[in-house]
Every structure is written in structure tokens, then in C-alpha cells.
């Protein structure tokens, strides 16, 4: 339940990302800039979704407080800043610095993804059980 909300959610924030580099490509920077903006809220949403709410839970049912919600946070603030990165290099007009650390970006963000796709989401729907799906709809409500 928890697994697929949460990969439903990064294969959108994906699909921000692609649009964004698409246009960039194309040279269409105005229209690039919009699908990165809406990209980098997208992803840093995701973040909050889970550090207020997923790992907040899965900490409480587990006593695990370090391990993989302390390694996923530490990789949050790492990708917090190579968002920011681009957003300044898109903004200076340096669109190969963009793409550069969008590359960089994009790597650390699917192997982050994978951990949570193939360990921590499925614990987390172990740890929550039958109130996996509260915390689905609590996820929903979230303001974007």
C-alpha cells in the first residue's frame, strides 16, 4: 500500500524531471524552467511526505530511530542541495552546469529511490499494517 503510493509519487517526480530536460534540450528554457520549478516542488514535497509523516511512523512502530530513516534523511539534504544547484545554474542561465548536476542529481535520486522502493517502503507497510492505509490517505491530504 505504502510501497506503491510512494513509487507512484517518484515515478511523477520523474516524469517532471524528463520534461524539464526535454525542454531544455529543445532550448525552450522558459518552458524548462516551469517543468523544473514544478519538479523541484514536487521532489522536495516527497521529502516532507516522508520525514513529517512515513519515517515519523515507521520510527514510532519499530524503535528504529537511526538506520534507514537517519541514511534516507542524510541523502535528502544532499539532493535538498543539488536542487538548489540547479535552480541557481538554471537561473544564471549555466544550462551545461544544469544538466552536469542534474546528471549527478538524477543518479543519487534513483539509488535512493531503490533503497526505498525494495527496503524501507516494504517495511514500513510490515511495521503500519493495517494502518498502512490511514497513513496512505493521511500522505493524500498533505498540502503540495
Given at each position: 500500500m505504502i510501497l506503491e503510493f510512494m513509487r507512484d509519487d517518484h515515478r511523477a517526480c520523474d516524469h517532471l524531471y524528463a520534461e524539464a530536460e526535454t525542454a531544455l534540450?529543445?532550448?525552450e528554457t522558459k518552458k524548462g524552467a516551469e517543468a523544473f520549478k514544478q519538479f523541484s516542488k514536487?521532489?522536495?514535497h516527497?521529502?516532507?511526505m516522508e520525514e513529517k509523516e512515513l519515517f515519523l511512523a515507521f520510527e514510532k512502530r519499530t524503535g528504529m530511530m537511526?538506520?534507514?530513516?537517519?541514511?534516507?534523511?542524510?541523502?535528502?539534504?544532499q539532493l535538498r542541495s543539488l536542487l538548489e544547484s540547479m535552480r541557481l545554474a538554471l537561473e544564471e542561465s549555466r544550462i551545461n552546469d544544469f544538466f552536469g548536476i542534474g546528471e549527478s542529481m538524477m543518479i543519487m535520486l534513483q539509488q535512493h529511490n531503490m533503497k526505498e522502493e525494495q527496503m524501507l517502503y516494504p517495511m514500513t507497510d510490515r511495521a503500519l499494517g493495517g494502518d498502512a492505509e490511514l497513513m496512505v490517505q493521511t500522505l493524500r491530504e498533505m498540502k503540495r
Open positions: 534540450m529543445a532550448k514536487a521532489t522536495l516527497h521529502f516532507d537511526g538506520g534507514p530513516t537517519q541514511m534516507m534523511r542524510y541523502e535528502h539534504q
